[in-house]
């Protein structure tokens, strides 16, 4: 398929058409790894970062953890 580079402000850009898109299951928002190699343009996927709930991170943190920082009681209007 052939596709026309074109200036997009200070920037260079083409259009990839949706079913392509839907082929490599990317929409639009989707972060892509670029890369060159052998006078190719490779286009793929960027690994995505898993997301922890609270919870999971709690429930991962090492026995016997003890928080570094200790709050003093209230002080003022403040409440705990």
Sequence with gaps: MIVTISKWGNS??????KDIL?????AV???VNISQKDNKLIIEPAKKEKK???DE????LP??????????????????
Excluded: M
Excluded at 57 to 60: G, I, R, S, T
Excluded at 63 to 80: D, L, Q, R, T
């Design 22 to 26: 839907d082929k490599l299951n990317l």
């Design 63 to 80: 026995k016997g953890y003890k928080a570094s920082e200790e709050f003093s009681s209230k002080s003022g209007s403040e409440i705990w």
């Design 12 to 17: 260079q850009g083409f259009r990839v058409p």
């Design 57 to 60: 991170l709690v429930n991962n």
């Design 52 to 54: 922890y709930s609270i």
């Design 29 to 31: 928002g989707d972060l």
